[in-house]
């Protein structure tokens, strides 16, 4: 195991961020602590349809949880100008205000072939692949829907112009989700949800 500073900068989707180390590094890890303060939180509330959001000086309390090249899985708590705490499941969105510090801890692949934890495959990679926007519902439910059933998937941030217009270019859908089976382009949040009332979904674990 090997411990990694992750220092954000004002605007930085925190979710984001943490995903990308995941699958820049091709490691698995868990976040060890985390300072900072955030201008809009996201996050899933217990038995909520949708996701909370929250915009002012917001500081951050915690955040923990799990990342992996296949996504990740963190809650976060904070406290909004009224000192009243709130936290839940992170989602897209979640934005940097002034700056954040997260230590994470890595471990790599050569140390995960050691573990019990039987998700991890070193040579075949998810055949899902989600093009997501911070802050999109559908997007959200789309991961929700993944994850619920233990799906693998990739995830591609369009957080930027410039990565918007090239998927734009790519698939001449400007709408998102936009999910990818074995590099095919399927459509989106419908064709997700039809996979998984038909029951084929689970067939991609």
Known sequence: ?????????????LRSCIEK????????????????????AAFQCPGRSQPTVLEG???????????SPEGVHLHLSLSDGDCQVWGGHLEPGTLVLKGADILLALI??????????????KSTPP???????????WCTRALRILRSLDI???INNIDNEESFNAIKQTTEM???PQV??????????EALASLRQTGELESFR
């Open 1 to 13: 195991m090997r411990s990694r500073t992750l220092k954000l900068l004002p605007g930085n989707d």
């Open 21 to 40: 180390v995941g699958v820049t590094s091709n490691s698995s890890g868990f976040v060890l602590g985390v300072v900072g303060n955030l201008s809009r």
């Open 57 to 67: 000086n917001l500081e951050i309390i915690t955040l923990n949880g799990t990342f």
């Open 108 to 121: 790599g692949e050569d140390q995960l072939e050691n573990t019990n934890h039987i998700n991890v495959s």
């Open 127 to 137: 055949r899902i692949e989600i093009a997501v926007l911070p802050g999109c519902p």
């Open 152 to 154: 693998p998937h990739s």
């Open 174 to 176: 400007s709408t998102f």
């Open 180 to 189: 990818f089976v074995d590099g095919k382009l399927i459509g989106g949040y």
